[in-house]
């Protein structure tokens, strides 16, 4: 078995696929698609849920809610948090033992207008990292903005879609926390959509990634320092998730990461594509 440990002094880092270890995880992952309706087990819902049932199952997403509620059976162990996303008949559920904050969201990736949409939901500094791109690229790094701001939001229970525009991505080292020194963890390189956004002069011509600007970081709602983890999920899905630290002045611990897809009467690891840190570096088990 090897180990890899270590604190991201980057704001943007690149670390190796996860992968499924039977040691409990401090942070779990469970990705499923609507396959795993056939787990759906009403009467292993919780309270709060059967008083919802009935209005969910009569809603036009009603696959959703039955592949969530198989899928939050799989959790394993308490937790502190827990945080959900549905998109297109599929599920995520984030949940950690460790965090009193956590939030997650899952989209798939589509054609739309991005810099249309940016007006309504993002900062000027994510705008300008928007405008730097195009074509696939920019929609892949559309998808990134989206997600991480959303899972922000849901973290602290904020208001969607109104506090979009107060987390997210900003520039310049946080007030809240001290400013890190860029120095790289791990082999490997950004993603390109990420590469050419923060670096703002494309790639080299070799096809090297352009230098990236280490001064990127996380900004959510509340009183702690944030960090997640950016990546897509085959080529169709972009996922975020987003956790706190102790307060804005406390350094967040390391973090161990369990990823699974569950499937109808079995898991399987779940491979994290073109993942980015913002803060933290996970403890990666391979």
């Known amino acids: ?9 980057i704001s943007f880092a690149i670390f190796m696929p996860f ?9 779990q992952l469970w990705f499923a698609g609507p396959a795993l309706q056939v787990e759906y087990d009403p009467q292993a819902l919780t309270a709060e849920d059967r008083a919802r049932q009935a209005a969910r199952l009569a809603a036009r997403k009603a696959n959703e809610w039955r592949v969530s509620r198989a899928l939050q059976r ?8 827990s945080s959900l996303s549905h998109s297109a008949g599929h599920a995520l559920w984030a949940a950690s033992a460790l965090h009193g904050q956590i939030g997650v969201d899952l989209e798939r990736l ?9 007006k309504l939901i993002a900062h000027d500094d994510e705008k300008l990292l928007l405008h730097r791109l195009q074509g696939q690229d920019r929609t892949r790094f559309f998808f990134r903005l989206w997600t991480l701001k959303e899972a922000l ?6 208001d969607f879609p109104a506090d979009m525009l107060r987390v997210g991505l900003r520039q310049g080292s946080s007030r809240h926390a001290e400013p890190v020194k860029a120095t790289a963890m791990v082999d490997g390189a950004l993603p390109m959509d990420v590469a050419r956004a923060v670096g703002g002069r494309g790639v080299a011509p070799s096809g090297a990634p352009a230098r990236q600007d280490p001064s990127w970081h996380l900004t959510g709602l509340g009183e702690w320092q944030w960090h997640g983890l950016s990546a897509m999920i085959g080529p169709s899905w972009m996922m975020a998730v987003v956790w706190s630290g102790e307060s804005r002045s406390t350094q967040a611990p390391p973090l161990r990461i369990l990823a699974t897809e569950a499937v109808p009467g079995e898991a399987r690891p779940l491979r994290l594509e073109q993942p980015v840190a913002f803060g933290v570096m996970p403890t990666i088990e391979t």
């Open 19 to 27: 992968s499924v270890s039977d040691r409990p995880a401090l942070l």
């Open 153 to 158: 939001v849901k973290a602290v229970g904020g």
């Open 110 to 118: 589509r054609p739309l207008d991005e810099l249309a949409l940016a």
């Open 1 to 9: 078995m090897n180990t890899y440990n270590g604190v991201i002094a």
């Open 74 to 81: 799989r959790l394993r162990g308490p937790c502190q948090s």
